[in-house]
């Protein structure tokens, strides 16, 4: 789960990482008191979207006064703000930041992800900061420094000085460095993070060390154990139906192509949707209804795949096993009856209960198409579509 600039400095402050002072706003007034509330100027004011590169794309505007701040404001609520990141639809800003500028004499970037090969969090620091990590990563990787971290050690002092000297960081600063990356490794494995990144990081003229950006994702399969956190979730910033899905408990990413898929079991579906490659076409998404899916989260998936305008044709692969034939079949029924269905659907049906399953859906009166096996679904449905 992405989360904005402003939730993440709000984390960053409550682990002792320093970010710049301000707050968020989502009118031209309320951005002008927040200036008005800080003890001095000149600031800046962010637009909050979930993407990077707004500096580059113009989402964030200096401001000598608070009543500048409310014209820059004025500027950036309400755009739609197109960075890099965001694809050339760019993003509706709704809320921004404001903060107090700070004078920068030197950015670093500072990361922290989870290296599956090694199994462990990994610390990254680089000297050029501001940049996106993954350019300096291909055109100058020697300026990024690494550390791996044993979870059963820690994170040990010798570390956080490997990753401050790599960087060339002033000595004078050192123990204010070790601090900042201590607590910012604290709150990545406190919150379950899945990135902290800070991009930059500043060292200021009046030599303090400030997060300037932050970057917080946090781990979807950890927020059962965060319930606090679940709240910072910006719809907004999620694709409509996944947003539907999740709220259905339904594992659905939304692709580009125009075959929707529904699917049990997460193997199934990976297995369903390069079979529909094979055959031609192109998946309009990832749906697993789960292993033990009620008819009504069958229905609830069905309705999610139609009520997306590109689809063009349903592929519904099931094996039954704890979720049983007939009761897919029944879920299908009870979402054909609340939604209008206008593209052909393929279904194909085994394991347990499947007879039951057919005549169930034979005796609907509707017009399904049965496939006799997975490779003649995926070409049935790929040659409707086409
Ligand atoms: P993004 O990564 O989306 O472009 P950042 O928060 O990293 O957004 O800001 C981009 C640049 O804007 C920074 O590298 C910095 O130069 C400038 N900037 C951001 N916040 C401040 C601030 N509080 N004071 C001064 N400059 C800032
Ligand atoms: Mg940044």
Do not use: W
Not at 109 to 127: A, E, F, H, K, N
Not at 313 to 329: K, P
Not at 356 to 376: N, Y
């Amino acid at each position: 789960m992405k989360i904005h600039e402003y939730q993440g400095k709000d984390l960053l402050q409550k682990f002792n990482v320093p970010v710049p002072a301000g707050g968020v706003a989502e009118t031209p007034a309320q951005a002008r008191q927040v200036a008005e509330s800080l003890e001095r100027g000149p600031f800046v004011v962010k637009a909050q979207i979930h993407a990077g590169g707004r500096g580059k794309g113009g989402g964030i505007k200096p401001a000598a006064t608070p009543m500048e701040v409310e014209k820059a404001a004025d500027q950036v609520i309400g755009m739609t703000l197109v960075t890099p990141q965001t694809g050339p639809e760019g993003r509706l800003v709704q809320k921004v930041l404001v903060e107090q500028a700070q004078v920068i004499v030197k950015e670093y970037y500072l990361g922290i992800v989870v290296d599956r090969g090694l199994g462990r969090p990994v610390i990254m620091m680089s000297s050029a900061g501001g940049m996106e990590i993954e350019e300096v990563a291909a055109r100058t990787p020697e300026l990024i420094i690494k550390e791996a971290v044993d979870p059963a050690v820690g994170l040990l002092p010798y570390q956080t000085r490997n990753l401050a000297f790599g960087v060339g960081l002033p000595a004078e600063h050192l123990r204010a460095a070790s601090g900042f990356i201590t607590n910012l490794f604290n709150l990545f494995v406190s919150l379950d993070c899945s990135l902290a990144e800070i991009n930059p990081l500043v060292l200021t003229a009046s030599g303090e060390l400030l997060a300037l950006d932050a970057k917080i994702n946090l781990d979807d399969n950890a927020l059962f154990r965060h319930h606090d956190l679940a709240s910072l979730e910006d719809p907004e910033e999620m694709d409509p139906l996944e947003h539907e899905a999740k709220k259905h408990h339904l594992n659905y990413i939304r692709l580009n192509g125009n075959v929707g898929a529904m699917v049990n079991g997460a193997g199934l579906a990976m297995a369903t949707m390069d079979l529909i490659k094979a055959a031609g076409a192109e998946p309009a998404n990832f749906l697993d209804v789960g292993g033990g899916a009620s008819a009504e989260m069958v229905a609830n998936g069905f309705r999610i795949i139609l009520s997306d305008s590109r689809v063009k044709g349903v592929l519904i692969n099931i094996f039954g096993g704890i979720l049983r034939c007939d009761r897919l079949a029944e879920g299908v029924i009870q979402a054909v009856k609340e939604v209008q269905v206008n593209v052909p659907v393929i279904i194909r049906l085994e394991g347990t209960n499947v007879d039951e399953g057919r005549r169930i859906l034979d005796e609907s009166g509707l017009t399904f198409t049965v496939a006799k096996d997975m490779q003649d679904a995926a070409r049935k449905v790929a040659a409707l579509v086409q």
